[in-house]
Structure formats: structure tokens, C-alpha cells
């Protein structure tokens, strides 16, 4: 826990990381999953909707994070004093806190999913944070288009047991292959986990193309010239993404090495406008919802989880129904009507953290990992 920011923090880091945290509670928690806006759910298989940017912004920003607070550290490469024990001990809370959410509330070992959203992120850091340390730039580029190809080659030529090689759909894929023989009984689904152990690597790719954004950023001297670079560094990437859909679709659920183009730019895109208007222009109060949400996004991703396990499973008494359907379908929908209230149930959550982290805001109480 930190009572105060650190000096040079980059705001608008701080508030594109609210915006996507603020957008992962919206679209986690639905009032209905029966009634849900289309950009607000995943896309089925092939293709990508809003929502499928979500996750790996986060990964992206880990990596722009990274590069602001390992920066010295990389001067230490093969010295004792590089912090491992501090790294791993990031991944191993990160990584168990993610395993506490998949337990709860069924606190249930058999069946537990050990892949996940957390687990990513512990892993994503973790294989960031060593090819940051030991690698300059123009490594990290070589690692990023070396994950990218490999995957790729991966996917394309490696044979699944009945179905052949080069099986991209849901049944057959060599990334459900791999989980269910190492993982099986702890996954998602059955056959398959979108967060499966061999799509971790492409998306470790997407943290350190955030890494080489935060390197951009601190190397320029002025603030225009990080905007510009963002932009352009990010439509090349996105158009790239684009161009390779045709022969490597992109799909969130298999990480594929088009989608971390188009993610990744995507990310760079959404970056450089919050640096552009709070960093360069100064533009910051309307930001204060998200900077609230970024300044404390750990405290905010698990408690709105538990929370959300907590209004899905207690019961109503007399009704039937849990608190969250009760809440749903006797208040919000009746006077709402469907879809907007089922998206008005997300929206009220995401003011209730706002209004439970707003105080920790104003006293300069971030809780970190």
C-alpha cells in the first residue's frame, strides 16, 4: 500500500486503465445475460466486438507500467540487485487471487479453473518483466515478432490427434489440445480455456508491445512527438491485424497472432488519446471517474468480483430468486425495459465502486501488489 503517487506518474496511464476497468465491470455484470447490447458481449468465435479489446488493454498496460517502474532496474541486468524475488512475488499473489476467485463460492479443489484472467495477467508479467530486464528494445521487438511467428506456426502446422493441423474453431484447436491433457478437469469448458496455457504466449506479446509504447514515451522529449508516435505506431499495427484476418483470423479466444496486432494497436490508439488530452492538453477533470478506478484497479477487479459471486448466489427470500435477478427483474427492467436495464444494473455497480474507492482517492490510498 502507497499513500502517495509516485513522482512523474503518467496520468493518462492512469486513466486509460480506469476506462478499461470501468468497461470490464460493465460488461462482466449484466443485470440479464438474456439481455445484453451486442458490442457488449464477446464475439462467438472469429471476429472481435468492443468488449473483446478489454483484456488485453490490461495486458497492454501492465507492460507500459513495467517500463516506467523497471527502468532503472534495467541498468542492473546480471547484477543480484535486479528485484526478482519482488517480481515473483507479484505473479505468485497475482496469480493466487486469481485462483481464490475461481474458487468462490463453490470452494470446490476438483473442480477448480486454474487459467484465468489474473492467472494471464501473473504469467504475462512474469515472462515480460524477465525479456524487459535482459533485453533493450530492439530485443524485445525481436521477441514480440518471434512469439507472434512461432504461434502462428504453432496453430498452422502442429498436428491434433483426429483432427489434423491448422484447426482453428473450437473443436480441435492444438490450444484446447495442450490444456486438456495438462489441465484437464480445470478449465472454462470441457475441451478448452480462453485463458489455456500456449495462447498465454502471444498474449505476453501484447504486454511487451505495451513496454515498448511506455520505452517511446519516456525516450521523447516532447509530448507531441509521443502522441504521434502512439498513432501512428498504433493504426500500423491495427491495419496489420486487419490485413492478416483473411489468412489468420482474428480471435480473442485463441490469442492468434492477428489479433495482437489489432489489439495492440488498438490499445496504442486509445492511449494516445488519453495522452493527448490530459498529458498535452491538460484536459483532466473529466477523467475523475476513471482515475479513481485506475489509481486503485487490483482493489476494484477483486471486489467487484466478489461482489458480483455475492449478489449472484444469496437467495431472496420467498422469491426463488437470487439478489441480483430480484434486483434485475423487479426494479430495473420493469422500469427500464430489457436491455437497458439489464445494462443499468452494470452501470449501478460500477457507481457503487466509484463512491467505495473515492475516498481511498482523495487521501492517497492505493493499495498495490
Given at each position: 500500500?502507497?499513500?502517495e503517487?509516485e513522482?512523474?506518474?503518467?496520468v493518462?496511464?492512469?486513466?486509460f486503465r480506469?476506462?478499461?476497468?470501468?468497461?470490464?465491470?460493465?460488461?462482466?455484470?449484466?443485470?440479464?445475460?438474456?439481455?445484453?447490447?451486442a458490442?457488449?458481449?464477446?464475439?462467438r468465435?472469429?471476429?472481435?466486438?468492443?468488449?473483446?479489446?478489454?483484456?488485453?488493454?490490461?495486458?497492454?498496460?501492465?507492460?507500459?507500467?513495467l517500463?516506467?517502474?523497471?527502468?532503472?532496474?534495467?541498468?542492473?541486468?546480471?547484477?543480484r540487485?535486479?528485484?526478482?524475488g519482488k517480481?515473483?512475488?507479484?505473479t505468485?499473489?497475482?496469480?493466487?487471487?486469481?485462483?481464490?476467485l475461481?474458487w468462490?463460492?463453490?470452494?470446490d479443489?476438483?473442480?477448480?479453473r486454474?487459467?484465468?484472467?489474473?492467472?494471464?495477467?501473473?504469467?504475462?508479467?512474469?515472462?515480460?518483466?524477465?525479456v524487459?530486464?535482459?533485453?533493450?528494445w530492439?530485443?524485445?521487438?525481436?521477441?514480440?515478432?518471434?512469439?507472434?511467428?512461432?504461434?502462428?506456426?504453432?496453430?498452422k502446422?502442429?498436428?491434433?490427434?483426429?483432427?489434423?493441423?491448422?484447426?482453428?474453431?473450437?473443436?480441435?484447436?492444438?490450444?484446447g489440445?495442450?490444456?486438456?491433457?495438462l489441465l484437464?478437469?480445470h478449465l472454462?469448458?470441457?475441451?478448452?480455456?480462453?485463458?489455456?496455457?500456449?495462447?498465454?504466449?502471444?498474449?505476453a506479446a501484447?504486454?511487451?508491445?505495451?513496454?515498448?509504447s511506455g520505452?517511446?514515451?519516456?525516450?521523447?522529449?516532447?509530448k507531441?512527438?509521443?502522441?504521434?508516435?502512439?498513432?501512428?505506431?498504433?493504426?500500423?499495427?491495427?491495419?496489420?491485424?486487419l490485413?492478416?484476418?483473411?489468412?489468420?483470423?482474428i480471435?480473442?479466444?485463441?490469442?492468434?497472432?492477428?489479433?495482437?496486432?489489432?489489439?495492440?494497436?488498438?490499445?496504442m490508439?486509445?492511449?494516445?488519446?488519453?495522452?493527448?488530452t490530459a498529458?498535452?492538453?491538460?484536459?483532466k477533470?473529466w477523467?475523475?471517474?476513471?482515475?479513481v478506478f485506475g489509481?486503485?484497479?487490483?482493489t476494484a477487479y477483486?471486489?467487484s468480483?466478489?461482489?458480483?459471486?455475492l449478489?449472484?448466489?444469496l437467495?431472496v427470500?420467498?422469491?426463488?430468486?437470487?439478489l441480483?435477478?430480484?434486483?434485475?427483474?423487479?426494479?430495473?427492467?420493469p422500469?427500464?425495459?430489457?436491455?437497458?436495464?439489464?445494462l443499468?444494473f452494470?452501470?449501478i455497480l460500477?457507481?457503487?465502486?466509484?463512491?467505495?474507492?473515492?475516498?481511498?482517492?482523495?487521501?492517497?490510498?492505493?493499495?498495490?501488489i
Amino acid at each position: 500500500m502507497s499513500k502517495e503517487l509516485e513522482s512523474g506518474r503518467l496520468v493518462s496511464l492512469d486513466i486509460f486503465r480506469g476506462l478499461t476497468m470501468a468497461a470490464m465491470i460493465l460488461v462482466n455484470n449484466p443485470g440479464s445475460w438474456k439481455h445484453v447490447y451486442a458490442p457488449l458481449r464477446h464475439a462467438r468465435w472469429h471476429g472481435w466486438t468492443p468488449t473483446d479489446l478489454i483484456f488485453p488493454f490490461f495486458l497492454f498496460i501492465v507492460g507500459v507500467s513495467l517500463s516506467f517502474s523497471l527502468t532503472q532496474r534495467r541498468k542492473w541486468r546480471g547484477s543480484r540487485q535486479i528485484p526478482w524475488g519482488k517480481i515473483l512475488r507479484r505473479t505468485v499473489i497475482l496469480f493466487g487471487l486469481g485462483l481464490l476467485l475461481a474458487w468462490i463460492p463453490k470452494f470446490d479443489l476438483s473442480g477448480l479453473r486454474i487459467p484465468g484472467v489474473l492467472q494471464r495477467i501473473a504469467l504475462c508479467y512474469l515472462i515480460a518483466s524477465v525479456v524487459f530486464l535482459k533485453t533493450d528494445w530492439k530485443g524485445r521487438t525481436a521477441w514480440v515478432i518471434a512469439l507472434g511467428v512461432v504461434y502462428w506456426l504453432l496453430l498452422k502446422l502442429v498436428p491434433v490427434p483426429g483432427y489434423g493441423a491448422s484447426v482453428l474453431e473450437p473443436e480441435g484447436n492444438l490450444c484446447g489440445y495442450i490444456d486438456v491433457k495438462l489441465l484437464g478437469g480445470h478449465l472454462y469448458k470441457p475441451g478448452f480455456d480462453p485463458e489455456g496455457l500456449l495462447s498465454t504466449l502471444p498474449a505476453a506479446a501484447t504486454t511487451l508491445l505495451g513496454s515498448l509504447s511506455g520505452d517511446w514515451l519516456r525516450s521523447v522529449r516532447r509530448k507531441a512527438a509521443g502522441f504521434i508516435g502512439l498513432v501512428l505506431g498504433g493504426a500500423v499495427l491495427t491495419a496489420g491485424g486487419l490485413y492478416l484476418h483473411p489468412y489468420l483470423p482474428i480471435n480473442k479466444q485463441l490469442w492468434t497472432s492477428s489479433y495482437v496486432l489489432f489489439s495492440g494497436g488498438a490499445a496504442m490508439l486509445a492511449l494516445g488519446v488519453c495522452y493527448f488530452t490530459a498529458d498535452i492538453l491538460g484536459w483532466k477533470k473529466w477523467s475523475y471517474p476513471f482515475r479513481v478506478f485506475g489509481t486503485n484497479a487490483i482493489t476494484a477487479y477483486v471486489g467487484s468480483g466478489l461482489m458480483a459471486r455475492l449478489l449472484f448466489n444469496l437467495q431472496v427470500s420467498g422469491t426463488g430468486q437470487t439478489l441480483k435477478d430480484y434486483i434485475t427483474s423487479r426494479w430495473l427492467i420493469p422500469w427500464a425495459g430489457p436491455l437497458n436495464g439489464s445494462l443499468l444494473f452494470g452501470l449501478i455497480l460500477i457507481l457503487v465502486w466509484l463512491l467505495l474507492l473515492a475516498p481511498l482517492y482523495h487521501k492517497r490510498i492505493f493499495f498495490k501488489i
